[in-house]
């Protein structure tokens, strides 16, 4: 970075400061990833340079014999990957995907339906802080108190009883497979249109470690930058019939010029997405997650489900003595980084839940695989018995930090 280390040494030194956080730390938020080399030239390019306006052939500014090549060969790439009639890759992120999808099929006051956020579901499926919960009438379906698995009885009869306008489903904290099958049929009773948000799961999805929404859903969002391992950005499939609202909601309706960096970096990630070596990639963070799973529960820890079918994985830490907040904080100095969370019908509040949510995606970018997984529950019980042993912790961050060196991340120096 000779360029910025001269204009701003300031940002230059953080970015390497975070660079080598990003390194020596094993990164368990299940919503990040290591992005590619590639991905990252195509993100940090002169694309930025350039407005874009509109659609492909039909633009509101002269110049763009580059972007609508770009933004085509993306579109294609993601029907292709996914099996899905339509496209729309300018989203700047999840949430605005999500905002687009409500903007072009409901009107504000309309009921909408999401699965509650302290049961897993995201913040723009309905919640009250959220615009989606404000602007929108939201009825929010739960998780079975016992199995802890999605209320699908409930689903169905809380659509029944409120005829949304949307029916989302997907989530930001959830280990089991969704059934996308139930949701389509209740949406069909309901007349409802069903969009599934994969944002979690597109990497799996794409690398068929998980079924795929595409063919039941009218419309899937999707974040491009969790274990899809793209660049931060957002992407809407769709039914052929859909295309025409959602591409108006996006563009003119939420969004000016799309961030054709992103675009570019995007359609690397589906390349990226489309071969073999990914079809890998992804049932072993799902073969990754089971394993952490089962040998988290050898070391005492109740988890959410007790178990998990995808990357992710919540557990209780009460049944340890401890709650999320200090575990978190304590896994963070050992140099293990996750967040903390709620449990389903968790009696204590959200700014100290009573657990933590890991996931493997990163890990499993960077090549760790079973006997790494071991080890890292054996940590991570070392730190719930250690939970104030600042010297056992930074004992441990040092261990850690010497596993991270032996498996190079992807994008990042070593
Ligand atoms: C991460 C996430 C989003 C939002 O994505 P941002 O890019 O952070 O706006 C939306 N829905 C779900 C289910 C998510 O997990």
Redo the contacts with the bound molecule.
């Keep these: 970075m000779k360029n910025l280390d001269q204009i701003d040494p300031e940002i230059a030194q953080l970015i390497k400061d975070e660079t080598v956080r990003q390194r020596d730390k094993i990164r368990l938020i299940p ?1 990040e990833n290591y992005a590619s080399s590639a991905v990252l030239e195509a993100s940090g390019s002169i694309l930025t340079n350039k407005y874009s306006e509109g659609y492909a052939k039909k633009r509101y500014y002269e110049g763009q014999q580059v972007i609508d090549q770009i933004e085509s060969i993306a579109i294609n790439r993601a029907k292709e990957l996914f099996g899905a009639e339509a496209a729309n890759v300018q989203p700047y ?4 995907a ?1 905002l687009a999808v409500y903007f072009a099929f409901a009107k504000p006051g309309d009921n909408i339906m999401g699965l509650a956020l302290d049961h897993g579901g ?1 913040l ?1 499926h309905g919640w009250d802080v959220s615009i989606t919960g404000s602007f929108f009438n939201p009825i929010r379906y739960e998780l079975n108190p016992q199995t802890h698995l999605i209320d699908y009885d409930m689903v169905r009869d809380l659509a029944k009883k409120h005829r949304p306008k949307i029916l989302m489903a ?3 904290a959830y280990p089991r497979i969704i059934d996308f099958n139930i949701f389509s049929e209740v949406a069909k009773e309901v007349d409802a249109l069903l969009c599934v ?1 994969m ?2 799961i597109s990497g799996l999805v794409a690398g068929g470690a998980h079924p795929s929404p595409v063919p039941v859903a009218d419309i899937v969002t999707s ?1 491009t ?2 274990s899809l391992r793209g660049p ?1 950005g ?1 992407m809407i499939l769709m039914k052929k019939k859909h295309r025409k609202a959602i591409n108006k909601a996006v563009f003119p309706g939420l969004q000016g010029g799309p961030h054709n960096h992103t675009t570019a970096a995007i359609a690397v990630a589906l390349k990226e997405a489309a071969t073999d070596e990914f079809k890998v990639y992804a049932h072993k963070i799902v073969e990754n997650a089971k394993h952490l799973a089962k040998h988290l529960m050898e070391q005492g820890f109740k988890l959410v489900s007790d178990g998990t079918d995808n990357h992710l994985i919540l557990i209780d830490a009460t049944t340890r003595g401890i709650t999320g907040k200090p575990f978190a904080k304590a896994l963070d100095t050992a140099g293990i980084v996750c967040n903390y969370n709620t449990v389903p019908f968790d009696p204590r509040p959200p700014f100290d839940p009573s657990g933590i949510r890991i996931g493997t995606p990163s890990m499993t970018s960077r090549g760790m695989g079973l006997p790494e997984m071991e080890q890292l529950a054996i940590w991570m019980n070392r730190v719930a018995e250690n939970i104030e042993n600042k010297t056992e912790l930074e004992k441990i961050a040092g261990e850690v930090k010497e596993l991270c060196n032996k498996f190079p991340a992807p994008g990042i120096p070593e």
């Design positions: 919503s992120s999840g949430s605005p999500n995201h723009t997907g989530a930001t948000d944002a979690h974040t930058h969790k931060r957002g």
